[in-house]
Every structure is written in structure tokens, then in C-alpha cells.
T-cell receptor, first 116, second 113 residues
């Protein structure tokens, strides 16, 4: 099992450009999440998807959109990138119905995004 | 709302020293508690967890006990190694379906040989 995979690993954008970050998991998890990590601020939740076909805003959704394409894939789109979106983005998945794991989340390796 | 507070870093120790990283939480109900570790250039990995009061999570020589009376989940290790250098995150999750995890701000640990 690959676990959670993310593409690309690195990306540099100019202000105003758009891009989509891809995430896929092969653990048959129902729930998926997108976080951003900034120095000194831990991880902040951008959007999450409790199950296929549903998405909800997290703590910092402005400037982002998401699509839960199917059970495996959850993409994050920046329509018009801004320098404030320079960050490391992590995708995660979990499934509280696969035994009682206390909602443990499994993380991808991250995408390092720089917006100039 | 729910929140997690952990000690600020960076923390620098010599090899074989004793480690404590403090973590306290605020939550309604009965959350699960986690410690995640992030090695340089990698994503977060679950280090240990506890799902109810008085549970002790342990892994790779690290331990943490879920203390409801003090709302704490401090991370300890008796003898740290250089390979333990990483960023450590305390986190909590409400025990409900598809619930979110709330992370502390992270503590960077550096171990000197």
C-alpha cells in the first residue's frame, strides 16, 4: 500500500496563476483532509470531506476550493494564487468506521508551494 | 472551542538526556489525544495515542498519559537519541464520525551527539 500520495512535491507559481494539488489514498478511507503548515502555526485545516460527495470548510478556506472526485481522490485548487498562500500543504485521510482508532489520520508527504 | 497548547521550542538536549514536552488541551466531551512526529522534509506520522482517560500511549521509547484531571498529555522519553530530532505535535480529536484533528503549534527538538 502506498498510503497517501500527493502531487506535485514542489511548485512555484506567480501571483494570479491557478493550480490544483492532487491527493489520493489507497486505504479505503471515507474521510479526507487538506491542511496548510506555516512556521510557528502548526497545521491548519483548509477543507475536509467526511465522505464521498461531501465537502466542508475548515479553519482557513478562503482562496481555495476542493473536489472529492471519488472515494480515493481529493484535490485542492487555488484559483488565483497569492503570496500569502506560500506554504506546505498536506493531505490526510482517516476512517472512524475501520475499527476504533480514535480518528487517527494518515498523512501524505506534502507539497511545498511558493507564490511569487 | 477545542484547543491544544504545547510548549514552545526549540528544545535542545544532549544524547541520552530525559525529554519532556508539555501539552495541555481544552475540549468538551471525551477527545482522543495524539502525538505526531514530523521528520525533516516529511509528512506527519502518528507516534502514539490515547483514547480515554488514564490510558498510556507508548511507541519507540516515548510515552504519554491521558490525564483528564489536569487536561494534559505530556510526552516523555527516558533517553533521547540523535535520531529523535524532529518536530513533535500534540493533537486532539473529538470522538465522532469524520471528526477533525486540532493540532498544537509543534515543538522542534534537536539532540546533540
Amino acid at each position: 500500500n502506498a498510503g497517501v500520495t500527493q502531487t506535485p512535491k514542489f511548485q512555484v507559481l506567480k501571483t494570479g496563476q491557478s493550480m490544483t494539488l492532487q491527493c489520493a489514498q489507497d486505504m479505503n478511507h471515507n474521510s479526507m483532509y487538506w491542511y496548510r503548515q506555516d512556521p510557528g502555526m502548526g497545521l491548519r485545516l483548509i477543507y475536509y470531506s467526511a465522505s464521498e460527495g461531501t465537502t466542508d470548510k475548515g479553519e482557513v478556506p478562503n482562496g481555495y476550493n476542493v473536489s472529492r472526485l471519488n472515494k480515493r481522490e481529493f484535490s485542492l485548487r487555488l484559483e488565483s494564487a497569492a503570496p500569502s498562500q506560500t506554504s506546505v500543504y498536506f493531505c490526510a485521510s482517516s476512517d472512524p468506521y475501520q475499527g476504533f482508532t480514535g480518528n487517527e489520520q494518515f498523512f501524505g508527504p506534502g507539497t511545498r508551494l511558493t507564490v511569487l | 472551542g477545542n484547543s491544544v497548547t504545547q510548549m514552545e521550542g526549540p528544545v535542545t538536549l544532549s544524547e541520552e538526556a530525559f525529554l519532556t514536552i508539555n501539552c495541555t488541551y481544552t475540549a468538551t466531551g471525551y477527545p482522543s489525544l495524539f502525538w505526531y512526529v514530523q521528520y525533516p522534509g516529511e509528512g506527519l506520522q502518528l507516534l502514539l495515542k490515547a483514547t480515554k482517560a488514564d490510558d498510556k500511549g507508548s511507541n519507540k521509547g516515548f510515552e504519554a498519559t491521558y490525564r483528564k484531571e489536569t487536561t494534559s498529555f505530556h510526552l516523555e522519553k527516558g533517553s533521547v537519541q540523535v535520531s529523535d530530532s524532529a518536530v513533535y505535535f500534540c493533537a486532539l480529536s473529538e470522538n465522532s464520525s469524520a471528526s477533525k484533528i486540532i493540532f498544537g503549534s509543534g515543538t522542534r527538538l534537536s539532540i546533540r551527539p
